[in-house]
């Protein structure tokens, strides 16, 4: 063919700027990397159930509801690892569940005699605990339900019995999930009144109603019994309302705010970030989870290259705290790499 091409050669084509001369090698590509991923940085979501042993949970291959004896083993493993954060979420028998989460204020329950365990065998571990009604509610939601309405200010005592019987039971940080107006100034109010000044609040602050929890309510039996989580949860579509979420949860005392899910919000995390000085957290949900590890396990996807790219991805974004369920797999994958 006669086309007319650009001359190429360096001599007469002056190229002097080449973006890929800091790409040539490993060890350049270490000079210039912007971000680096830390096992400081994770938290480890972990399931616990009240019998011994564990309990796999189908829709989250490799991980598992555990009890207490396999729940200590897996937070000391992770510890082990560079691990510094756990957040417990309790599987709570049927039976037990009912229209107040009565069980919630339990301070006998799962929830608050595994944090004691933690506590008294790993001090050094930050405990964090889930402030929602959701898997005590015989209704599946994270505040009362009244004919199908989930009430905003009755929910918010239930919501402070529940986070101080954690607090008392030793929990570092209280995170509240359900996403009530003013419940983190009411929650810091309740703390402080009750001489628990140093517990702090990971308010999940920017929280969606998202297609990519369903494989956490498998895993706590914990799905709403009618209706959605839309009128609490925020609309996916809308990142202004963030802005509005986060502002006022720092107002009311966050110490630090989340966003949630992750990848598909990383504009989100980045948005936020600039606008508030406090820590951000994102969390790595169960279906961005499930997503990673079918692909994986298929062989559509290599899992430890996809894993640390989401959560660079992540960090990139503003993330100075990841929740992830791949914590301890990418801890060790990064102590490996020296990255
Ligand atoms: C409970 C809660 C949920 C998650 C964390 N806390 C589920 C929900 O709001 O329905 C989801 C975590 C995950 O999907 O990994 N309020």
């Known amino acids: 063919m006669n086309f007319k091409l650009p001359v190429s050669s360096t001599e007469s084509f002056d190229l002097t700027q080449r973006p890929r001369r800091n790409r040539i090698s490993e060890s ?8 680096r991923l830390h096992p400081g940085n994770f938290v480890l979501p972990l399931f616990i159930q009240e019998n011994s042993g564990s309990t796999p949970i189908h829709s989250m291959p490799g991980q598992f509801r555990l009890g207490p004896d396999a729940l200590l083993k897996e937070a000391a493993d992770a ?10 979420f309790p599987v709570i028998s049927e039976n037990l569940k009912d229209p107040k989460a009565s069980e919630s204020k339990n301070p006998k329950g799962l929830l608050p005699r ?9 001090p050094a571990l930050t405990v964090i605990t889930d402030v929602a009604m959701d898997p005590y509610s015989s209704d599946g939601h994270d505040g009362l339900v009244e004919q199908g309405k989930i009430l905003n200010d009755e929910t918010l005592p239930v919501l402070a019995e529940m986070a101080l019987v954690q607090a008392r039971a030793g929990a570092d940080i209280i995170a509240p999930s359900d996403m009530m107006d003013g419940r983190i100034g009411y929650l810091r109010k309740a ?19 998202s297609a990519f929890y369903g494989p956490f309510r498998d895993a706590l039996d914990s799905a709403p019994k009618s209706g959605d989580k839309k009128t609490y949860q925020m609309d996916p579509a809308n990142v202004r309302e963030a802005a509005r979420e986060v502002e006022l949860d720092v107002r009311e005392g966050a110490d630090m705010v989340m966003v949630k899910p992750a990848l598909p919000y990383l504009d989100v995390i980045a948005h936020v970030r600039s606008l508030v000085p406090v820590p951000v957290a994102a969390y ?6 499930a997503m990673i590890k079918a692909a994986a396990k298929q062989g559509w996807l290599e899992e430890k290259k996809a894993v640390l790219e989401t959560l660079t991805s992540i960090k990139r974004a503003g993330a100075d705290i990841i929740f992830t369920y791949f914590a301890k797999d990418a801890a060790a994958w990064l102590v490996r790499s020296q990255d």
Do not use: H
């Not at 350049?28 to 971000?35: A, D, K």
């Not at 944090?115 to 008294?120: F, Q, S, V």
């Not at 703390?191 to 109603?209: H, T």
């Open 28 to 35: 350049i590509r270490g000079l210039v990397r912007e971000t």
């Open 79 to 88: 510890f082990a690892r560079g691990i510094r954060a756990v957040a417990l």
């Open 191 to 209: 703390l402080d009144e009750n001489d628990l000044r140093d517990v702090g609040i990971l308010s999940y602050a920017v929280k969606y109603a």
């Open 114 to 122: 595994t944090i004691g365990i933690l506590k008294e065998n790993l």
């Open 284 to 289: 790595q949900v169960s279906g961005e989870y």
